[in-house]
């Protein structure tokens, strides 16, 4: 009700974040806070998102069955998952190997075998599998790498917390027409930093 309230109309969206239990991705310390409309610790100094806001970037991300995402910051896999409800299948990419080894523990736990994970730094994308039909980057960045740009499909969608002028963050909705890029403001956000390097 209160997703609704804000904005969230998309019924794919809501019934997605209805069937996904949110109290698997968080650790035990935190639990009984797993349905507030609040962003969580999982360690590492990082953080599972707030419900509303996994929401916003799922609707604007106007996903299909038939759609191929890339995700750039894995953390809990607790996006991951409602992305995985909702496509054909999602690649995830996180730096830190304990929040990967962790979330793909609770991906296979909740049966959704449509998931790829990996272990690297998500600014490179993933050559292999490219391209995508729909990217979202979970982890705040001043640009997007021309790796990404390269791997997003002609139409294809890109959601990501933009840094602005080193202070605020903005969420933007990015689409590539005839190999141009039109941007978009959804909200402002608070995300944890895009960092490159492995974290073994
Ligand atoms: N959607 C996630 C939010 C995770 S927070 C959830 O709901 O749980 C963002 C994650 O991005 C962190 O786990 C962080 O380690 C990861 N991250 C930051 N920079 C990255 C990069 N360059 N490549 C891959 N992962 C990155």
């Known amino acids: 009700m209160e997703l609704r309230e804000a904005g969230i109309s998309d019924s794919d969206t809501l ?7 949110r109290h698997e991705f968080i650790p035990n310390s935190f639990i009984d806070q797993a349905y507030e409309n609040i962003a969580l610790p999982i360690g590492n100094e990082q953080t599972i998102s707030q419900p509303l806001i996994v929401a916003i970037m799922t609707q604007e991300l106007e996903i299909t069955k038939k759609h191929k995402i890339l ?17 054909r299948r999602v ?17 296979d736990k909740l049966r959704l075998y449509n998931v ?9 994308g993933w050559k292999e599998q490219m391209p995508f039909d729909r990217i979202i980057l979970t982890a705040a960045t001043k640009k997007l790498s021309t790796e990404i740009i390269k791997q997003i499909k002609d139409n294809g969608i890109i959601i990501a917390p933009m ?3 080193n202070e605020k963050q903005i969420l933007k909705k990015f689409i590539k027409i005839n190999n141009k890029i039109i941007e978009k403001n959804i909200t402002d956000v608070k995300f ?3 960092l490159s390097g492995i974290i073994a």
């Open 15 to 21: 019934s997605a974040l209805e069937k996904i239990p």
């Open 71 to 87: 995700e750039l910051g894995t953390g809990s896999g607790y996006q991951t998952a409602i992305l995985a409800k909702l496509s």
């Open 91 to 107: 690649y995830t990419i996180e730096r830190i190997k304990s929040l990967s080894n962790e979330a793909k523990k609770t991906l």
């Open 116 to 124: 790829v994970t990996k272990i690297g730094d998500g600014n490179l």
């Open 163 to 165: 840094i602005i002028n």
């Open 192 to 194: 944890v930093p895009n």
